[in-house]
């Protein structure tokens, strides 16, 4: 093919592989929210078990984490990737197997185990066929995947579940789509030439006085301001976007169930509009990507334009709170309430994917880049990890206490552009 054997074209052809990859990655964690009525009724269990399955999947994704970071940095992103797409995608089919509502759990987790290895590994690929200009492009072209994932998840489970007329060949059918995906990876991607590295990473690598950079230690890393920081920041603001992803389609369907809508009315609700607040989130991601780094070339450097850029997108977090009392209005009709819920929660999308898609570019540009996944699994890892205590309040609480939680949420990437601020920067281990 013409396109790999261009370099250039190539680096093109692999961020188009890894947007197709996540937007599968998305479409088998999405399975999970959008069929939540069918699937608890199938196993005849309620909120509190769905909550524990969910952080079934949440654990074992915090914990591979910080491990498929670590595994990237010693076996390269290609074959680390290839086996997680793979695994990933046979836990899909695992769950649509299953027969017991434990089988079906342990089916979630190996799907946690096995997601974190695309994001570790992509931010890897990018950062050594991309140099900084375009790096933060990149990088959300290929994550927004993530987001049209969500985007398209409610059309096509809903149009599968019409086909096949149970949620288990959903499964089915998402994991063979993923095993296809895996081949296509394993032709697609290559470590890149010299030629390309001296461009993207060696620059990076050498110090004023021409020695090459050094890299950290496992126990290194631990003991830099910058880790810590954005540890903190994944732990504090990823809640919000993993309740966009677990909760909202079923806060959606929710108000639909109190207007005495059935769960078919509910889903061909959620069909057409459950994607939306995704859809606005991914342009928007894109668009602040793009911002920061035009940023770049006009001179500012390049932690200053991220900063810049992620501090800017948080002035919509107080949106949040307003959701329970639009969602609960006696003033308003159904049709407004729902569609001003999707409109604040598109807001709020962009500002969680502006972050997401940028801050790994911000680690990339921070560390040695042999530290890079290992930095990234980290920190993810504590974003899953925060995510799992949040899932777990989310699902014990009683209804009326969901005001104090949106409130919360509107806390919460406010709380992490102040340790931004303050706690990210350059880190370099001492030359000797």
Same mark, same amino acid.
């Given at each position: @093919?013409?396109?790999?054997?261009?370099?250039?074209?190539? &680096?093109?052809?692999?961020?188009?592989?890894?947007?197709?990859?996540?937007?599968?990655?998305?479409?088998?964690?999405? /399975?999970?929210?959008? !069929?939540?009525?069918?699937?608890?009724?199938?196993?005849?269990?309620?909120?509190?078990?769905?909550?524990?399955?969910?952080?079934?999947?949440?654990?074992?994704?915090?914990?591979?984490?910080?491990?498929?970071?670590?595994?990237?940095?010693?076996?390269?992103?290609?074959?680390? @990737?290839?086996?997680?797409?793979?695994?990933?995608?046979?836990?899909?089919?695992?769950?649509?197997?299953?027969?017991?509502?434990?089988?079906?759990?342990?089916?979630?987790?190996? =799907?946690?185990?096995?997601?974190?290895?695309?994001?570790?590994?992509?931010?890897?690929? +990018?950062?050594?066929?991309?140099?900084?200009?375009?790096?933060?492009?990149?990088?959300? /072209?290929?994550?927004?995947?993530?987001? !049209?994932?969500? +985007?398209?998840?409610?059309?096509?489970?809903?149009?599968?579940?019409?086909?096949?007329?149970?949620?288990?060949?959903?499964? =089915?059918?998402? $994991?063979?789509? $993923?095993?296809?995906?895996? #081949? =296509?990876?394993?032709?697609?991607?290559?470590?890149?030439?010299?030629?390309?590295? *001296?461009? %993207?990473?060696? +620059? *990076?690598?050498?110090?004023?006085?021409?020695?090459?950079?050094?890299?950290? %230690?496992?126990?290194? /890393?631990?003991?830099?301001?910058?880790?810590?920081?954005?540890?903190?920041?994944?732990?504090?603001?990823?809640? +919000?976007?993993?309740?966009?992803?677990?909760?909202?389609?079923?806060?959606?369907?929710?108000? #639909?169930?109190?207007?005495?809508?059935?769960?078919?009315?509910?889903?061909?609700?959620?069909?057409?509009?459950?994607?939306?607040?995704?859809?606005?989130?991914? /342009?928007?991601?894109?668009?602040?990507?793009?911002?920061?780094?035009?940023?770049?070339?006009? #001179?500012?450097?390049?932690?200053?334009?991220? &900063?810049?850029?992620?501090?800017?997108?948080?002035?919509?977090?107080?949106?949040?709170?307003?959701?329970?009392?639009? $969602?609960?209005?006696?003033?308003?009709?159904?049709?407004?309430?729902?569609?001003?819920?999707?409109?604040?929660?598109? =807001?709020?999308?962009v500002m969680c994917l502006s972050w997401l898609y940028t801050l790994p570019v911000v680690l990339a540009e921070t560390f040695p880049i042999k530290n890079v996944a290992s930095v990234m699994g980290i920190c993810c890892g504590a974003g899953a990890l925060g995510s799992v205590v949040f899932n777990q309040f989310v699902g014990s609480i009683p209804s009326e206490a969901w005001y104090t939680l949106f409130a919360i949420m509107g806390m919460l990437h406010i709380i992490a552009?102040?340790?931004?601020?303050? @706690?990210?920067?350059?880190?370099?281990?001492?030359?000797?």
């Amino acid at each position: @093919m013409n396109l790999l054997k261009d370099p250039n074209k190539r &680096k093109w052809v692999i961020v188009a592989t890894m947007f197709i990859a996540i937007i599968c990655n998305y479409l088998d964690r999405q /399975l999970l929210s959008i !069929l939540k009525p069918e699937i608890l009724e199938h196993f005849g269990i309620g909120d509190m078990q769905y909550a524990w399955i969910v952080n079934v999947f949440l654990i074992c994704y915090a914990l591979m984490y910080p491990v498929s970071g670590i595994l990237v940095d010693r076996f390269g992103p290609k074959r680390v @990737m290839l086996a997680g797409i793979a695994v990933w995608s046979l836990a899909c089919i695992g769950g649509g197997l299953a027969q017991t509502v434990w089988q079906f759990a342990v089916c979630r987790g190996i =799907l946690g185990l096995a997601e974190p290895t695309i994001f570790a590994g992509q931010l890897v690929a +990018v950062t050594l066929w991309f140099e900084k200009r375009q790096r933060a492009t990149a990088n959300s /072209l290929c994550t927004v995947g993530g987001s !049209l994932g969500a +985007v398209i998840a409610p059309l096509v489970i809903a149009w599968l579940m019409r086909w096949f007329s149970n949620w288990q060949e959903v499964f =089915l059918v998402a $994991g063979v789509a $993923g095993l296809v995906i895996a #081949g =296509l990876w394993m032709v697609v991607y290559r470590t890149p030439s010299q030629e390309i590295l *001296d461009r %993207t990473v060696n +620059v *990076d690598r050498m110090t004023s006085s021409g020695e090459e950079q050094k890299s950290f %230690t496992l126990g290194g /890393l631990f003991r830099t301001r910058t880790l810590w920081g954005a540890f903190l920041i994944r732990l504090i603001s990823d809640p +919000v976007w993993y309740f966009c992803c677990f909760w909202l389609p079923g806060y959606l369907r929710g108000m #639909g169930e109190a207007q005495n809508l059935t769960h078919e009315q509910t889903l061909n609700m959620i069909q057409w509009i459950g994607g939306i607040p995704f859809l606005v989130g991914a /342009l928007g991601g894109i668009l602040t990507s793009v911002w920061s780094d035009s940023m770049i070339k006009r #001179g500012r450097s390049a932690l200053s334009a991220r &900063k810049v850029m992620l501090m800017a997108m948080v002035v919509v977090a107080p949106l949040c709170a307003a959701v329970p009392y639009v $969602g609960a209005s006696e003033t308003l009709s159904f049709a407004w309430r729902v569609g001003l819920v999707v409109a604040i929660f598109s =807001l709020v999308a962009v500002m969680c994917l502006s972050w997401l898609y940028t801050l790994p570019v911000v680690l990339a540009e921070t560390f040695p880049i042999k530290n890079v996944a290992s930095v990234m699994g980290i920190c993810c890892g504590a974003g899953a990890l925060g995510s799992v205590v949040f899932n777990q309040f989310v699902g014990s609480i009683p209804s009326e206490a969901w005001y104090t939680l949106f409130a919360i949420m509107g806390m919460l990437h406010i709380i992490a552009a102040v340790v931004l601020w303050k @706690m990210v920067r350059p880190e370099s281990p001492e030359t000797k």
